[in-house]
Every structure is written in structure tokens, then in C-alpha cells.
């Protein structure tokens, strides 16, 4: 006899891997795909469709999921890569890739790996681009190769449902000694900014000094015009006042005789003056000195009696009496200090006159009587006579 036990338990078995087999199947049945991924499914091994993202029913132990395929941009960096160019340089070039998947079918069936297969072409793309570029082209022509590179990408992965959306290059290392040779190089270049920016502000400012002296000596001169002008209408001022205070005092033949005695000291003291002239009027100016003192000169010097008593003045009772010097003693006095002047000046070799204007003397007033020649200034009351 069977054990009825024994058929419940084998009931039970049965039962339990039935609804095993129908948990497992719903599982495999029931497929969600999440955002920006696609789903390749096979069925019995052959395409079946792309599942987008949302929940998909599939037929169990038919259909199969093949791969998932992330549909985001993605970006890859590839390792250096040596790169001979045109002028037999070895660079190390890193590159960094921007690609997004547009057609999942034809990124799994199309290439085993679409990203090794973009990283290969982009090496080959890569050395063909800058082997036709020499090392300058290369490190300045950087949008340049990354325009070439993502033409020729983008036109090889399209069959491969990949676009690449940018190529761009990290860095381009030349060799150490080429590095070494443009840091020379820049520096020489930089050296010679400097220069010719140093030059170019010595020169302004060399310009801008001249054009100040310039000025500046403009300036002066115009200066010393007005002052001269100025000094010119004052001393022809002076020299009128002077004159007319002559011709207004009315000074006789005595006063300038004075003058001329205290003026041959100061022009026989004069440095500059190594030779200089009497005036022929000088014997007659110091015969009328003489005259109006005590008489006239006789040829020897000697001076004759006037016939006025001692202390007497010509001038009035009213004036106190005054010493004068004897004035044949002055005159020798005079001659003794022209000659030693004359001496001093024929020792020295230097030669210099004193202009005399003899029409002075000999030139007349309006009135129309004579005008006495022009006296210089008399030396200080306190002075020894000459």
C-alpha cells in the first residue's frame, strides 16, 4: 500500500517549485529601465528592440537582455601619446574625448568597444594631424588639431551610433632639451622687449629734457632781453636826469676840473685797466682848476699869486675858510700815478683805452652857451684829495 503521507509531501514539492519557477519567471519578465539608459533585448539570440527607460514586459527564457547602454555624454581621458612632428621632434600629447551614444543598437552590434576604438583612432587621427605640423605649429595651432581631430572622429564613429562632441588636447610636453632651448629663447625675446621698451623711454625721455632746455633757454633769453631793455631805458633815464641836472645846476669850468682830479685815481686802480689815456682837455681842465683855487698854471707848475688874501673864499665872506690841497702838487700827483699805471700796463702786455668823447666839451645848450664836459660821480667827502 502507498503511504499517504508520502504523496502529500511529493504534492508539496511540486507545488513549491511550480511557484518557484512562476516567482522567477515574473522577475525575468518584468524589466525597468531606468533615465538616459537603453536596453538591447535578443530574443532566442537574434534583436529583438531597444527598451527606453519606464517598465517593459519581456517573455521569459525567450527574451534577453543583451547590454545596457548609458546614453549620457561622457568623457574619457586618454594617457600621453608620442607624437613625432614634421621637424623629427618627439611631444608627449594628452587628449581628452566628449562623446555621447546616439544609436545603442549600432554601439553594440557595430564595435565590440566603442570606447577603445575611439581612443585608437584618436592616436592615429592624432599623429597624422601633427606629423604634418612642425614644433611651433604644434604648440600654437591647438584649436587647429582639435578641430581636424573631431572631423575625422565624428565621420568615422557615426556608424557606430557615437558622436563626438569635442576633442580637446590636456597638454603638449616637447622633450626636456627642447624645453630648455625655448626657455633660452623666451628669455633672450623677453631680454629684448625690455631693451627696446628701455631705449624707447631713455629717448622720450631724452626728448622731453631737450624740448625743457629748449624752453627753458627760450625762456631765459627773453628774460634777458626785457632785463637788458629794461636796464637800457634806465640807464638812458639816469644818464637824461644826470644831464639835466647839469644843464639845470649850470656847473662852471671848477667843479669839473674837481671831477677829473678824483676820477684818475679810481681809473688808475682799476684791475682790468693794464693802459689807459689822459684826454688832451685834462692839462686845460686843471688850468681852470688851478685858476679858480689860486691862479693860473704857469708851464713849470707853479701857481702865481691871485693877489686874494689866505682865508678868503671867492665864493663869500659867509663860508667858513677851507684847506685845499696844493694843486700843482695834485697835478704831480697825477702824472706820477698815470705813469705808474702806464708802466704797470706796457709790464703786463695787455693794452685797453678809455673812449673819450671830446664833443662833449665842445657841444652846446640850447641857449647856446657851452656845455662843460660830463663829470663822473665824486668820490666819498672823507676821500684823500688825488
Same mark, same amino acid.
Given at each position: 500500500?502507498?503511504?499517504?503521507?508520502?504523496?502529500?509531501?511529493?504534492?508539496?514539492?511540486?507545488?513549491?517549485?511550480?511557484?518557484?519557477?512562476?516567482?522567477?519567471?515574473?522577475?525575468?519578465?518584468?524589466?525597468?529601465? @531606468?533615465?538616459?539608459?537603453?536596453?538591447?533585448?535578443?530574443?532566442?539570440?537574434?534583436?529583438?528592440?531597444?527598451?527606453?527607460?519606464?517598465?517593459?514586459?519581456?517573455?521569459?527564457?525567450?527574451?534577453?537582455?543583451?547590454?545596457?547602454?548609458?546614453?549620457?555624454?561622457?568623457?574619457?581621458?586618454?594617457?600621453?601619446?608620442?607624437?613625432?612632428? =614634421?621637424?623629427?621632434?618627439?611631444?608627449?600629447?594628452?587628449?581628452?574625448? *566628449?562623446?555621447?551614444?546616439?544609436? @545603442?543598437?549600432?554601439?553594440? *552590434?557595430?564595435?565590440?568597444?566603442?570606447?577603445?576604438?575611439?581612443?585608437?583612432? #584618436?592616436? #592615429?587621427?592624432?599623429?597624422?594631424?601633427?606629423?604634418?605640423?612642425?614644433?611651433?605649429?604644434?604648440?600654437?595651432?591647438?584649436?587647429?588639431?582639435?578641430?581636424?581631430?573631431?572631423?575625422?572622429?565624428?565621420?568615422?564613429?557615426?556608424?557606430?551610433?557615437?558622436?563626438?562632441?569635442?576633442?580637446?588636447?590636456?597638454?603638449?610636453?616637447?622633450?626636456?632639451?627642447?624645453? +630648455?632651448?625655448?626657455?633660452?629663447?623666451?628669455?633672450?625675446?623677453?631680454?629684448?622687449?625690455?631693451?627696446?621698451?628701455?631705449?624707447?623711454?631713455?629717448?622720450? =625721455?631724452?626728448?622731453?629734457?631737450?624740448?625743457?632746455?629748449?624752453?627753458?633757454?627760450?625762456?631765459?633769453?627773453? +628774460? +634777458?632781453?626785457?632785463?637788458?631793455?629794461?636796464?637800457?631805458?634806465?640807464?638812458?633815464?639816469?644818464?637824461?636826469?644826470?644831464?639835466?641836472?647839469?644843464?639845470?645846476?649850470?656847473?662852471?669850468?671848477?667843479?669839473?676840473? *674837481?671831477?677829473?682830479?678824483?676820477?684818475?685815481?679810481?681809473?688808475?686802480?682799476?684791475?682790468?685797466?693794464?693802459?689807459?689815456?689822459?684826454?688832451?682837455?685834462?692839462? =686845460?681842465?686843471?688850468?681852470?682848476?688851478?685858476?679858480?683855487?689860486?691862479?693860473?698854471?704857469?708851464?713849470?707848475?707853479?701857481?702865481?699869486?691871485?693877489?686874494?688874501?689866505?682865508?678868503?673864499?671867492?665864493?663869500?665872506?659867509?663860508?667858513?675858510? #677851507?684847506?685845499?690841497?696844493?694843486?700843482?702838487?695834485?697835478?704831480?700827483?697825477?702824472?706820477?700815478?698815470?705813469?705808474?699805471?702806464?708802466?704797470?700796463?706796457?709790464?703786463?702786455?695787455?693794452?685797453?683805452?678809455?673812449?673819450?668823447?671830446? =664833443?662833449?666839451?665842445?657841444?652846446?645848450?640850447?641857449?647856446?652857451?657851452?656845455? @662843460?664836459?660830463?663829470? @663822473?660821480?665824486?668820490?666819498?667827502?672823507?676821500?684823500?684829495?688825488?
Amino acid at each position: 500500500m502507498d503511504d499517504p503521507n508520502g504523496g502529500q509531501i511529493a504534492l508539496f514539492i511540486v507545488l513549491g517549485l511550480v511557484l518557484l519557477f512562476v516567482i522567477i519567471a515574473l522577475v525575468r519578465a518584468v524589466k525597468i529601465v @531606468p533615465q538616459a539608459v537603453a536596453i538591447i533585448v535578443e530574443r532566442l539570440g537574434r534583436y529583438s528592440r531597444t527598451l527606453d527607460a519606464g517598465l517593459h514586459l519581456l517573455i521569459p527564457f525567450v527574451d534577453r537582455v543583451r547590454a545596457g547602454v548609458d546614453l549620457r555624454e561622457q568623457v574619457v581621458s586618454f594617457p600621453p601619446q608620442p607624437v613625432i612632428t =614634421s621637424d623629427n621632434l618627439v611631444v608627449s600629447i594628452d587628449t581628452v574625448i *566628449y562623446f555621447q551614444v546616439t544609436e @545603442p543598437k549600432s554601439a553594440v *552590434y557595430e564595435i565590440a568597444n566603442y570606447i577603445q576604438g575611439i581612443e585608437q583612432l #584618436t592616436v #592615429t587621427t592624432l599623429r597624422n594631424v601633427v606629423g604634418s605640423m612642425d614644433l611651433e605649429q604644434t604648440l600654437t595651432s591647438r584649436d587647429q588639431i582639435n578641430g581636424q581631430l573631431r572631423g575625422v572622429l565624428d565621420e568615422a564613429t557615426g556608424r557606430w551610433g557615437v558622436r563626438v562632441n569635442r576633442v580637446e588636447l590636456k597638454s603638449i610636453d616637447p622633450p626636456d632639451s627642447i624645453k +630648455g632651448s625655448m626657455e633660452q629663447q623666451m628669455r633672450a625675446e623677453r631680454d629684448r622687449r625690455a631693451a627696446i621698451l628701455t631705449a624707447e623711454g631713455f629717448k622720450q =625721455s631724452q626728448i622731453l629734457t631737450a624740448e625743457g632746455e629748449k624752453q627753458a633757454a627760450i625762456l631765459r633769453a627773453e +628774460g +634777458g632781453a626785457q632785463a637788458a631793455i629794461l636796464t637800457a631805458e634806465g640807464e638812458a633815464r639816469a644818464i637824461l636826469q644826470v644831464f639835466d641836472a647839469v644843464h639845470r645846476g649850470d656847473a662852471d669850468p671848477k667843479l669839473l676840473a *674837481y671831477q677829473y682830479l678824483q676820477t684818475l685815481p679810481k681809473i688808475a686802480a682799476s684791475p682790468s685797466n693794464k693802459m689807459w689815456f689822459l684826454p688832451s682837455e685834462l692839462t =686845460s681842465a686843471l688850468g681852470v682848476f688851478a685858476k679858480g683855487f689860486g691862479g693860473p698854471v704857469s708851464d713849470d707848475g707853479a701857481v702865481p699869486d691871485s693877489g686874494r688874501a689866505a682865508g678868503t673864499s671867492p665864493l663869500g665872506d659867509d663860508l667858513p675858510p #677851507t684847506t685845499l690841497t696844493d694843486p700843482a702838487e695834485a697835478l704831480a700827483e697825477a702824472r706820477r700815478e698815470s705813469a705808474a699805471a702806464t708802466a704797470d700796463a706796457t709790464a703786463s702786455g695787455t693794452l685797453s683805452g678809455l673812449p673819450f668823447d671830446p =664833443s662833449v666839451e665842445q657841444g652846446q645848450r640850447p641857449g647856446g652857451a657851452a656845455v @662843460p664836459p660830463r663829470a @663822473p660821480e665824486p668820490p666819498p667827502q672823507d676821500a684823500p684829495p688825488a
